[in-house]
């Protein structure tokens, strides 16, 4: 059981350019429709893996390469998932 949050968003961008651009359009939807703006956010220079600490949501934002990498569907694999939009990709069998 995790205590620390309520959900993992992980989702990837084909580039760096494009992780840094699905930062930026939850970070303004975020601000825009919820009034808020992430606690901590990590990795957004190199834009390999941004990390969005919104507390109850943490969102992870990654290249491909470096997913496929850290492999937290992987990590995480007994917890429940949703798909949400877009092409989802189901927890890896371990």
């Known amino acids: 059981m995790i205590t620390y949050t309520d ?24 601000k825009k429709d919820h009034g808020m703006l992430p606690r901590r956010v990590e990795g957004l220079p190199e834009a390999h893996w941004v990390l969005m600490d919104y507390l109850d949501v943490l969102v992870h934002v990654f290249t491909p390469d470096t997913r496929e990498y850290y492999r937290l569907e992987q990590l995480w694999g007994e917890a429940p998932a949703r798909a949400v939009g877009g092409q989802a990709q189901p927890a890896p069998t371990v």
């Open 7 to 30: 959900y993992f968003v992980i989702c990837s961008g084909r580039t760096d350019r494009q992780v840094k651009a699905i930062h930026d359009a939850i970070n303004e939807g975020m």
